[in-house]
């Protein structure tokens, strides 16, 4: 996956100046990002602060590592179902 330009820390305060009065256009100007991106960091960190921003990255990486253990392990138990099938 990429990595992101800015910290969680910057886009909320990019979020922020924007509640703040600034217009959406102005600080998407100023910080060289376009309207579909501040839309998208609005819809996802809108009402957090920084540490409940690091959280949701932690449990994203957490739930990204389960789910490919899950697969794994479904990928090996078909492996097997088709070996013992076959005998």
Known sequence: MRKSRFTEAQIIAVLREQEAGSATAEVCRRHGISEQTFYRWKAKYSGMSVSDA???????????????????????????KDLLGKN
Not at 58 to 69: C, F, I, M, P, V
Request: hydrophobic share 45%.
């Open 54 to 80: 690091q959280k949701l990255k932690t449990l994203e990486d957490e739930n990204r590592r389960l789910k490919k253990l899950l697969a794994e392990s479904m990928l090996d138990v078909a492996a097997l």
